[in-house]
């Protein structure tokens, strides 16, 4: 496979992404009408509002009647009904999109995410900023400020901003702890690919976008809650029947939303698809995995204090190298000379990546069979 060739194939079917959109919001807009159809004709029967042409009603029995009158809904009604949640879409994604103008900070913000500072992080963390470091060297662009999800234990990562040198990088805590140094090399030469592709302005507009979606099903999950909140002391007949009102937009929702998943992931090529499969992260039982020990606690402590004593020299000198090539690269150096300049920390990353292995060992031995085969990710909450 051609990676450059499934590029430039993946750039030209993008432009369907903005297609399914528009066919997900005419969805949208299309439940509503049926929604809002189904209760104008119920009132239609009783009378209470004309039918299209004001065409008198005749009745035919309770079904005929009720599908003649829902067929004979006047079109001023249904226009006004698409053009009140078409303009519910544009106007929230219009707002999100203005939230979204301070790029990648706001976006990290809206996450919960914090800004790792280097004094303050631990080995893992301390090893994600290194690796960010010397990706942003290696491509010639400034080194992006990294936030940490430190709630999400997945593996994941993006990156949000509208130019390379305004681009912030977002990391799970579950990616900082999980992977080795080269897995995280990987990772960051992925977003680095899109910082430097420019597919970070792409996805801020596309989340702008999908918010004037997302809104109705974020409003139905108040209703619900918010029912929810006010029948405690009810009964469970009269529960069931608040949460019911909601039920029906929400599953028009779920439609919409997987026929949007559904066109997004024809989008990818085979390769990429595969990838994904393998590896998709497995979800841990319902008793989740096993807990550590507070003794199993104090021995992992001990050993990280331990790695990070033996490698803070090495550390330190990576970082004066980084540096130094940094520096070189703002003065115009050529990239072999700026290649050559950090080759000159290679074999103080070798001794670093050996003493990550073995304290991923280290560790891996202090926890106990179970522990170490629950590889996997806690559920989440309602999954």
């Not at 042409?53 to 009647?65: A, D, H, K, N, S």
């Not at 596309?206 to 809104?215: E, N, P, R």
């Not at 595969?274 to 001990?302: F, M, N, S, V, Y």
Request: aromatic share 8%; with cysteine.
């Amino acid at each position: 496979m051609d990676f450059f060739d499934q590029q430039e194939l993946a750039r030209r079917t993008s432009r369907w992404l903005l297609i399914w959109y528009l066919l997900a919001a005419l969805f949208v807009v299309a439940c509503f009408n049926a929604a809002a159809a189904a209760g104008y004709a119920v009132l239609a029967i009783y009378g209470a509002l004309p039918l299209a042409g004001g065409e008198p009603l005749v009745w035919r029995g309770l079904v005929r009647t009720y599908f003649h009158a829902l067929f004979h809904v006047p079109a001023g009604f249904h226009l006004a009904v698409s053009g009140f949640v078409a303009a519910i879409i544009a106007a929230v994604s219009g707002w999100r999109i203005w939230q979204l103008s301070e790029a990648g900070p706001a976006v990290a913000d809206m996450l919960g995410a914090h800004f790792l500072e280097r004094g303050r992080a631990t080995p893992p963390e301390t090893r994600v900023l290194n690796v960010v470091e010397e990706m942003a060297i290696a491509s010639g662009i400034a080194v992006p400020p990294v936030y940490l999800l430190a709630n999400d234990d997945a593996i994941n990562a993006l990156v949000a901003g509208h130019s390379p040198n305004e681009a912030v990088i977002v990391v799970t805590r579950g990616m900082a702890h999980k992977l080795t140094r080269d897995e995280l090399q990987g990772v960051m030469g992925h977003e680095f690919s899109h910082i430097l592709n420019g597919d970070m302005a792409l996805n801020l507009r596309l989340v702008g976008l999908l918010a004037g979606l997302t809104c109705f099903g974020e409003f139905g999950e108040r209703l619900v809650y918010g029912a929810a909140r006010g029948v405690r002391g009810k009964s469970r007949e009269e529960i069931h029947e608040i949460l019911a009102q909601g039920r029906p937009i929400l599953e028009r929702l779920h439609q919409a939303f997987a026929l949007l998943q559904a066109a997004i992931w024809l989008v990818y090529t085979p390769e990429q698809r595969a990838w994904i499969e393998a590896h998709r992260p497995r979800l841990c039982g319902p008793a989740g995995p096993p807990p550590l020990t507070d003794e199993q606690k104090q021995q992992i402590g001990a050993l990280q204090e331990a790695f990070m004593a033996a490698v803070r020299d090495d550390i330190q000198y990576i970082r004066q190298v980084v540096q130094e090539a940094h520096q070189a690269a703002q003065s115009g150096a050529t990239r072999e000379e700026i290649e050559q300049i950090l080759h000159q920390a290679d074999e103080a990353r070798a001794r670093l990546r050996a003493a990550e292995r073995k304290l991923e060992e280290d560790i891996a031995a202090v926890l106990t069979p179970e522990q170490r085969a629950a590889r996997c990710h806690p559920r989440p909450p309602g999954g």
